[in-house]
T-cell receptor, first 116, second 114 residues
Framework: AQSVTQPDIHITVSEGASLELRCNYS??????LFWYVQSPGQGLQLLLK??????LVQGIKGFEAEFKRSQSSFNLRKPSVHWSDAAEYFC??????????????FGSGTRLSIRP | GAVVSQHPSWVICKSGTSVKIECRSL??????MFWYRQFPKQSLMLMAT?????????EQGVEKDKFLINHASLTLSTLTVTSAHPEDSSFYIC??????????FGPGTRLTVL
């Protein structure tokens, strides 16, 4: 079945440590890919997106993500997390064949906690 | 990035009344906007797609007569929850489509129906 999978429901990392949040999808070989972050009681903020080209994408707040076609993955990384990074992170996919982001599928989210 | 606002950020109303939530794209025009509902600790659930100048498209299971959507201009869409009941209490988030390829989200509206 088609899906966007974020296998980690909740991750805790120490402040200053590196972070990787996983995302796998099954919507074709060349979907549009997004990472959004949501702080408690807030809307979603776009961190970064991938449409084509260089498979390593830089985003805001020091985040980056790498598109790996062979693994159908789009993992989010940050070399050193800050306490303010504690939030819910959503991976989202526009399936291959859709020219517009009107059809966007969200993963279930990963909650990130930061250990002081 | 593009900015989308929502108003109000929170609202409390009595059962049976109607509530209107506004969604505005502040620095770009959006022919398409979306309305989502989010339950605690869950992902977003698409309710409807709002198209400027035409009728909204509702997802299966969403009552169009209860959740009225109006997209009167290229920067404004409104969601009216009619005859609200406690089970309509939720977090409602809108988004606006920029350049046809990226959704930018508003900050959300917390609705509590007493």
């Amino acid at each position: 079945a088609q899906s966007v999978t974020q296998p980690d429901i909740h991750i805790t990392v120490s402040e200053g440590a590196s972070l990787e949040l996983r995302c796998n999808y099954s919507y074709g070989a060349t979907p549009y890919l997004f990472w959004y972050v949501q702080s408690p009681g807030q809307g979603l903020q776009l961190l970064l997106k991938y449409f084509s080209g260089d498979t390593l994408v830089q985003g805001i707040k020091g985040f980056e993500a790498e598109f790996k076609r062979s693994q159908s993955s789009f993992n989010l990384r940050k070399p050193s997390v800050h306490w303010s990074d504690a939030a819910e992170y959503f991976c989202a996919v526009v399936p291959e064949g859709y020219s517009s982001a009107s059809k966007i599928i969200f993963g279930s989210g990963t909650r990130l906690s930061i250990r002081p | 990035g593009a900015v989308v606002s929502q108003h109000p950020s929170w609202v409390i109303c009595k059962s049976g009344t109607s509530v209107k939530i506004e969604c505005r794209s502040l620095d770009f025009q959006a022919t398409t906007m979306f309305w989502y509902r989010q339950f605690p600790k869950q992902s977003l659930m698409l309710m409807a797609t709002s198209n400027e100048g035409s009728k909204a498209t509702y997802e299966q299971g969403v009552e169009k007569d209860k959740f009225l959507i109006n997209h009167a201009s290229l920067t404004l869409s409104t969601l009216t929850v009619t005859s609200a009941h406690p089970e309509d209490s939720s977090f409602y988030i809108c988004s606006a489509l920029e350049n046809g390829d990226t959704q930018y989200f508003g900050p959300g509206t917390r609705l509590t129906v007493l």
